[in-house]
């Protein structure tokens, strides 16, 4: 609101809070989304060693920083899960571009190999492999089961490469600290533990698409859309039925899906 309505608001978003915090407000500090202090990372204290799974062999966290030291002007892409209940229902792959914090929803059967499979190969045919590789050159994944058959992401079936992909050490997400960041935004519209069985692909690009138009300090105080420069992410946007939503109109809370 204050990057938005800086001409109408004649005083610094510091300010605002203060206010909140003496009571010259009609909103508490309970109404703010957080005010919280993240504990600090514990640092590992033994390497990994994971060379024995064959889908890692040349696709791990150390094999990925060495590729980023050889090829630094690259753009990283981040991809990841995520679930409602731990049951075998719906699940959303979450892909989001490092350069510009755009973030993909895209909702999946089930968190099997070939869901995720089916997915790029679906963009793939879309976008051509010319506009897929420049924008998925390097993705950043976990080792979710539904991620394993690393040559089928990299490779599409005619055998053409399509992307590198590499691997986080276990236990280790915050090595794509970005996109795990991100999925806050969803979590305020759909809270932690609940199902994701009844909503649509329609309903995740709608969250997708005002997570998109938000602001954020790290990003100057722009939104992820408004950074969005190339003829290869408009067509991504333009596939995906993705757009940017007013300001005024943004709602980032259970409202944005609510049927009544």
């Given at each position: ?13 510091r300010s605002i809070y203060n206010y909140i915090e003496a009571g010259e407000l009609s909103i ?88 995720v499979t089916e997915v790029f190969d679906k963009l793939t045919k879309a976008l051509g492999i ?47 600290p970005h996109i795990e960041k991100n999925h806050e935004f969803i979590r305020y519209v759909i ?70």
């Open positions: 609101m204050c990057n938005t309505h800086s001409e109408e608001i004649k005083v610094s978003e508490c500090n309970l109404d703010l989304r957080s005010k919280v202090k993240y504990r600090k990372r514990r640092k590992k204290q033994t390497e990994i060693k994971c060379n024995k799974f064959n889908y890692r062999q040349g696709r791990t966290y150390e094999d990925f920083q060495k590729y980023m030291e050889e090829h630094p002007d690259i753009p990283v892409v981040e991809m990841d899960t995520v679930r409602g209940l731990r049951t075998k229902e719906q699940v959303l792959l979450t892909i989001m571009f490092n350069s510009n914090s755009v973030m993909l929803m895209i909702l999946i059967e089930d968190e099997t190999e070939e869901s010319r506009r897929f590789r420049k924008l998925f050159p390097v993705i950043l994944t976990d080792n979710g089961r539904c991620f394993k058959d690393a040559m089928a992401l990299e490779y599409t079936k005619n055998g053409s490469r399509r992307t590198k992909i590499f691997y986080c050490d276990l236990q280790a997400s915050w090595q794509k809270p932690r533990g609940k199902t994701f069985k009844g909503y649509t692909q329609e309903d995740m690009t709608l969250i997708a698409n005002h997570i998109n138009s938000t602001t954020r300090p790290g990003l100057g105080y722009k939104s992820p859309y408004e950074l969005v420069e190339t003829e290869e992410m408009k067509k991504l946007l333009e596939v995906l039925n993705m757009s940017q939503v007013p300001a005024d109109e943004i709602c980032l809370s259970p409202k944005l899906l609510s049927k009544e």
